[in-house]
């Protein structure tokens, strides 16, 4: 049971960094000009944290182990829990986005543009995950990003990670996403004209 309470700290600032990955793509999607451009940026820098959760159960197995079998089933209710609100969040804060190029590009382009962003996501994701950068360390600590970044371009195993990645964020958005009729209920959720 200790492990159930102890993670809801790191579960909670995740789930809030989604929360404002989906506001950004919102107001993004909403506001026109300056602000539009602001809002992209902040869209961009946190995206990445909606699709993060799901890489959260790597912690899984290790807890697992430690723990009795009550706190067990807890434990992998939790897990599930933050994975489906780390997808849920990417379909809700990648929506907006989709909206904005469907009207600025022509429609064959716009799943080459989402299939490119998903591994430009991923990218943002292992900046995170390998190297704790956090989205606002843009503007912070803008040095230990661009060491990051560089160390990232010089490893090939983190960039076939990346690849790997992104291609289960390229999975999860055109093949689970469609069958879930995610559209729809993206749609509803925010009414967006």
Not at 78 to 94: E, K, P, R
Not at 160 to 185: C, D, E, M, Q, S
Request: glycine share 6%; with cysteine; net charge positive.
């Amino acid at each position: 049971m200790e492990f159930v309470s102890e993670n809801m700290s790191w579960i909670t600032l995740n789930v809030s960094l989604a929360v404002l990955a989906v506001i950004f793509g919102v107001l993004f999607y909403l506001m026109r000009g300056f602000w539009r451009f602001i809002f992209f940026i902040l869209w961009i820098l946190f995206i990445p944290n909606t699709i993060y959760m799901v890489t959260d159960i790597q912690y899984l197995p290790g807890q697992l182990i430690k723990t009795q079998f009550s706190s067990q089933i807890l434990l992998t209710g939790q897990y599930l829990i933050i994975a489906s609100l780390g997808v849920i969040t990417y379909f809700l804060g990648i929506y907006p986005f989709e909206q904005i190029i469907s009207k600025r590009v022509n429609k064959t382009s716009i799943p080459v543009i989402i299939f490119l962003a998903n591994y430009l996501i991923a990218f943002g994701i292992f900046l995170g995950k390998i190297y704790r950068v956090h989205s606002w360390f843009i503007f912070t600590s803008p040095q230990s990003v661009a060491g990051a970044i560089s160390d990232i371009l010089a490893s090939p195993l983190i960039l076939l990670a990346i690849f790997l990645f992104g291609t289960f964020t390229n999975f999860v958005y055109f093949i689970v996403g469609p069958r879930l009729g995610v559209k729809v209920w993206t749609k509803r959720c925010f009414m967006l004209r």
